[in-house]
Structures are given as C-alpha cells and as structure tokens.
C-alpha cells in the first residue's frame, strides 16, 4: 500500500478550508457592502477617512509583493515568507476597512461633480470616456480579487506543506493577478477620490 506524504496530506486537509473561505468572503462583502449602519438605526457618521488609507494599503501590498518576488529570486526564503504572510494581513486589513467604510457610507457615482448622489448628462458629459476607463478597471478589480482569494490561499497552503515545485507553478498565476488587484485598487481610489461627498 502506497504511503500519503504527510505534506501532501496537507494540502489535502486545506482544500475544504480553501473552498468555504473562497465561497464565503465574497458573499459575506456583498451582503455586508448592501448593508447600511444607518438603516438599523445606528447614526455613524462616515467613516471617510477610510478610503485614502485602505488605498495606501493597497499600495503598499504591491510594493510588499514585488519585494516577496525578490527576496525569493535572491534565495532568501524567510524574508520571503515574512513578506508573503505580510502581504495577506496587509489584504485582509484593507478588506475589513473596505466593508467599514461601506456600511457607513452612501456608495459614490463616478462624475457626480456636485456630489448629489445622481450624475447628471451635463457631468456624463464632463467626464466622457474616462467614466468606461473607470469602470473596466472597477470590474476587472473587483473580479480579479474575487478570483485571487482560492489562488492566494493555495499558494501559500503549498508553501506550508513544502510542495515547492507545485507552489512555484500556481505562485506564477497568483503573482500578476494579486499585483493587478493591489495596484488597480490604488488607480480605483484616485479616479474615485474627486467625487467623494465633501
């Protein structure tokens, strides 16, 4: 009978895991970001300090992630594995943020110049094209880090068990998304950032 490497085994034991965690956290953003403080009857004022903060997050998490790629094309696998768990916190810091700026806050329309809540055809004007720029890089973010979440967490559940070569294979998908997610997250804030209610 043929024996099961206990790192493999491993793996194994996360795929569940990775699975409810994958499903989860996209539903449980989507049901919260519906969800207003004010409609339960908590007067909260917005927490608009958030946004530039949870942008620089992102930022930074791109910046942490190139480092990672470094350290580890250098051979220096602690300081990779610093920086990769590093990475994850700085992601789920900035999700928790996300979700608390968007259950105090209205959600912003892109060219609402006089900040009303409604962009009207003169504003639909002023903005042009930029408004399907926006939008593409909205989508393809939002999209991609739904997409990022199984691949990040398989990943790294392949560093854990020591599964080098198969880390290394799924570590080339998950490297460009998760940069594409981090940097279009800081592009998203300021093309957004003007028209934050004032």
């Not at 927490?47 to 051979?75: C, D, E, H, M």
Request: net charge positive; proline share 4%; aromatic share 12%.
């Amino acid at each position: 009978m043929e024996s099961i490497n206990p790192n493999q085994n491993l793996e194994q034991k996360f795929s569940k895991f990775i699975i409810v965690v994958s499903v989860l956290i996209p539903v449980v953003v989507a049901v919260l970001f519906s969800v207003k403080l004010k409609d339960f009857g908590y007067e909260v004022e917005p927490f608009s300090f958030l946004p530039p903060i949870y942008a620089t997050i992102n930022g930074i998490t791109a910046l942490v992630l190139v480092l990672a790629v470094r350290a580890i094309k250098n051979g220096n696998q602690k300081l990779h594995e610093r920086l990769m768990t590093m990475a994850i916190c700085l992601s789920v810091l900035f999700l928790v943020m996300y979700v608390a700026y968007h259950m105090t806050a209205d959600s912003t329309v892109f060219g609402d110049l006089d900040h009303d809540g409604v962009r009207s055809a003169a504003e639909t004007d002023a903005v042009g094209a930029t408004r399907f720029v926006y939008l593409f890089i909205l989508l393809t973010h939002i999209l991609l880090s739904i997409v990022i979440i199984p691949l990040v967490l398989i990943t790294y559940v392949r560093a854990l068990a020591e599964r080098f070569d198969r880390h290394r294979k799924i570590a080339r998908i998950t490297f460009p998304i998760w940069l594409y997610v981090a940097v279009t997250g800081v592009v998203v804030y300021l093309m957004i950032s003007p028209y934050y209610a004032q």
